[in-house]
């Protein structure tokens, strides 16, 4: 079976590796914005793909965070902005005749987003199939702002 993660994680070492030096402190994320995240600092999160775009009446997200369970997903909505993170602990255990072998890795996703236009958090929806979470946030009306002559 085809290990997707692994597979992106290798990816990963060899572009790191080769921006290594090149851009020095750029190609980790910084322990100080991962805490901040509430992530251990030591494994930095994958950004998850993500499309915003406003509708007549709505602004609809979807994220797509594959492999993932919907109860290992965090939503937070304000009037502006989107947030998601997500955690992922995947275990593998291999027998043979000699030994047992058990390793375990995690993933975590992570993605924010300024909305094009305010929304009201309390009526938002969302649902998340085959590794796709989807979002959508009725609009409100934002702060209308007037031009006011000077005397």
Excluded: W
Aim: charged share 30%; net charge positive.
């Amino acid at each position: 079976m085809r290990d997707v993660f692994n597979e992106m994680e290798t990816i990963r070492e060899i572009m790191e590796s080769a921006f290594n030096g090149a851009l020095p402190g750029m190609h980790q994320m910084h322990p100080k914005v991962v805490s901040k995240r509430n992530y251990p600092a030591c494994t930095p999160a994958r950004s998850a793909l993500a499309n915003v775009r406003e509708t007549g009446e709505s602004v609809l997200a979807r994220f797509e965070i594959p492999g993932v369970d919907k109860k290992d997903i965090e939503l937070n909505i304000k009037d502006d902005s989107i947030e998601v993170k997500a955690f992922k602990t995947f275990e593998n255990q291999a027998k043979d005749k000699k030994c047992e072998t058990k390793s375990c890795k995690s993933v975590k996703f992570y993605k924010a987003i300024g909305l094009p236009a305010s929304v009201n958090p309390d009526k938002a929806t969302a649902s998340y199939k085959d590794g796709v979470l989807r979002v959508e946030m009725p609009k409100i009306e934002a702060n209308k702002s007037k031009k006011i002559e000077i005397q």
